[in-house]
């Protein structure tokens, strides 16, 4: 089992950068054996993921953020990142990591009910 907490949202002016961490608790090897996402919620639509990460490090990005967001993981700090750069107002939303299960040959449909566990999320805010 893993409990996940996001860290490093806030406020920034369109063309700004941040950096989102999660951190899973539990054992390395725990956090290394799920597939990680990033999904974003804007109050009154529905939660899209945005970016994932495979056990062995295989990337995905939705269109709306693919060339200015990265994901990466550090397996031994039991920790994921969003990097965000030129950010948009459009981009301001509660984000949340979640972890999936993912045995060998599964393909994330990109829905929220794919994974099993959620952090809290972090407010990001983009002003133009």
């Known amino acids: 089992q893993v409990q996940l907490v996001e860290s490093g949202g806030g406020s920034v002016q369109a063309g700004g950068s941040l950096r989102l961490s999660c951190t899973g608790s539990?054992?390395?090897?725990?956090?290394?054996?799920?597939?990680m996402g990033w999904f974003r919620q804007v109050p009154g639509q529905e939660r899209e993921e945005i970016a994932d990460?495979?056990?062995?490090?295989?990337?995905w990005y939705d269109d709306s953020v693919e060339g200015r967001f990265t994901i990466s993981r550090d397996n031994a700090k039991n920790t994921l990142y969003l990097e965000m750069n030129s950010l948009k107002p459009e981009d301001t939303a509660i984000y949340y990591c979640?972890?999936?299960?993912?045995?060998?040959?599964?393909?994330?449909?990109?829905?929220?009910?794919?994974?099993?566990?959620w952090g809290q999320g972090t407010q990001v805010t983009v002003s133009s």
């Open positions: 990460i495979y056990t062995g490090g295989g990337t």
């Open positions: 979640a972890a999936a299960n993912c045995p060998w040959g599964w393909v994330n449909p990109h829905t929220p009910n794919a994974y099993t566990y």
């Open positions: 539990g054992s390395v090897y725990t956090f290394a054996a799920y597939c």
